[in-house]
């Protein structure tokens, strides 16, 4: 039987949002997964079936139909295997999860425009910007569930989007010791925080791999573009992560060469 096949960088929030929203469904194996390396040109066969997008993760149906974009993938999967839904059904639910779900965009954006800073003058600034991301999530989560820990009654749609965005973060808990404040103001976000990080259907990555690949972002390269100096970017497959040591964490002075970061 022919798969859907997805395109995709595993170490990516935007893949990691669908690996968790089928390990949910418990339909991991109804979807095959074609890994791309983005340290490498890209196959122009993979590249011509996406006119004007070179972003993953992309998703070609078994009769050669094309999708992109993680969110609109993710809808897609959980429409299509209808059987056990991840998404609220009442309209009012659906409608604050979209709500929720619809501030993803920055705040990943600012997670990431800190976590690549390297002027210290900003630092502050961007610590501010998550802040008030947390702020509102916490908000949203005050006036729709205060007593309880996700969204709604179970782990759902809006925490497959942001689980795998806080799990990339834990690059800010090294590279910047980043923390929630320990406040009443943040302790609702934190309490769904730590509850979507633990969450059996969302264990694809750990902080060791994430601080690992994600060094160049905190040098300021994203994308696996190759930093001055180097000849292997930390996003590179081989050596594989595990056998390579911790990065410094001195960001906001040097950049590591290739052989402090276990990369030749
Ligand atoms: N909006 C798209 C989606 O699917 O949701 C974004 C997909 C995307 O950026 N994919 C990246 C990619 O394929 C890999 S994951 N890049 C290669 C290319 O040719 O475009 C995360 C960020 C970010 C930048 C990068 C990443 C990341 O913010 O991990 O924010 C969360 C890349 C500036």
Same mark, same amino acid.
């Given at each position: 039987?022919?798969?859907?096949?997805?395109?995709?960088?595993?170490?990516?929030?935007?893949?990691?949002?669908?690996?968790? =929203?089928?390990?949910?469904?418990?339909?991991?194996?109804?979807?095959?997964?074609?890994?791309?390396?983005?340290?490498?040109?890209?196959?122009?066969?993979? =590249?011509?079936?996406?006119?004007?997008?070179?972003?993953?993760?992309?998703?070609?149906?078994?009769?050669?139909?094309?999708?992109?974009?993680?969110?609109?993938?993710?809808?897609?999967?959980?429409?299509?295997?209808?059987?056990?839904?991840?998404?609220?059904?009442?309209?009012?639910?659906?409608?604050?999860?979209?709500?929720?779900?619809? *501030?993803?965009?920055?705040?990943?954006?600012?997670?990431?425009?800190?976590?690549?800073?390297?002027?210290?003058?900003?630092?502050?600034? #961007?610590?501010?910007?998550?802040?008030?991301?947390?702020?509102? =999530?916490?908000?949203?989560?005050?006036?729709?569930?205060?007593?309880?820990?996700? #969204?709604?009654?179970?782990?759902?749609?809006?925490?497959?989007? &942001?689980?795998?965005?806080?799990?990339?973060?834990?690059?800010?808990?090294? &590279?910047?010791?980043?923390?929630?404040?320990?406040?009443?103001?943040?302790?609702?976000?934190?309490?769904? *925080?730590?509850?979507?990080?633990?969450?059996?259907?969302?264990?694809?990555?750990?902080?060791?791999?994430?601080?690992?690949?994600?060094?160049? &972002?905190?040098?300021?390269?994203?994308?696996?573009? =190759?930093?001055?100096?180097?000849?292997?970017?930390?996003?590179?497959?081989?050596?594989?992560?595990?056998?390579?040591?911790?990065?410094?964490?001195?960001?906001?002075?040097?950049?590591?060469?290739?052989?402090?970061?276990?990369?030749?």
């Amino acid at each position: 039987m022919p798969k859907p096949i997805l395109y995709h960088v595993p170490v990516c929030p935007f893949s990691q949002r669908l690996e968790i =929203l089928l390990a949910l469904k418990g339909m991991r194996d109804t979807v095959e997964f074609h890994v791309v390396d983005i340290t490498k040109p890209r196959d122009p066969a993979l =590249l011509a079936k996406t006119p004007g997008n070179t972003a993953l993760p992309v998703l070609e149906l078994e009769d050669g139909r094309i999708l992109n974009e993680s969110l609109i993938i993710l809808r897609y999967f959980d429409e299509r295997f209808a059987e056990n839904t991840i998404a609220r059904t009442d309209p009012y639910e659906r409608a604050v999860e979209r709500l929720f779900i619809s *501030r993803e965009g920055a705040f990943g954006n600012n997670g990431y425009r800190f976590v690549m800073n390297r002027d210290r003058e900003k630092t502050g600034a #961007l610590r501010h910007a998550l802040l008030a991301d947390y702020q509102w =999530l916490n908000d949203m989560l005050m006036q729709h569930n205060p007593g309880g820990t996700f #969204l709604f009654d179970r782990f759902g749609l809006a925490e497959c989007v &942001y689980t795998s965005l806080m799990m990339r973060f834990w690059f800010l808990d090294y &590279y910047e010791s980043f923390e929630l404040p320990q406040t009443k103001g943040f302790a609702r976000v934190a309490r769904w *925080r730590a509850a979507c990080l633990a969450h059996p259907a969302a264990q694809q990555v750990t902080p060791e791999e994430i601080v690992k690949l994600y060094y160049d &972002y905190a040098v300021g390269a994203g994308n696996g573009a =190759l930093l001055p100096g180097r000849s292997r970017s930390s996003f590179v497959f081989d050596p594989d992560w595990p056998g390579r040591p911790m990065p410094p964490k001195d960001k906001y002075d040097r950049i590591a060469s290739d052989a402090e970061l276990g990369l030749v």
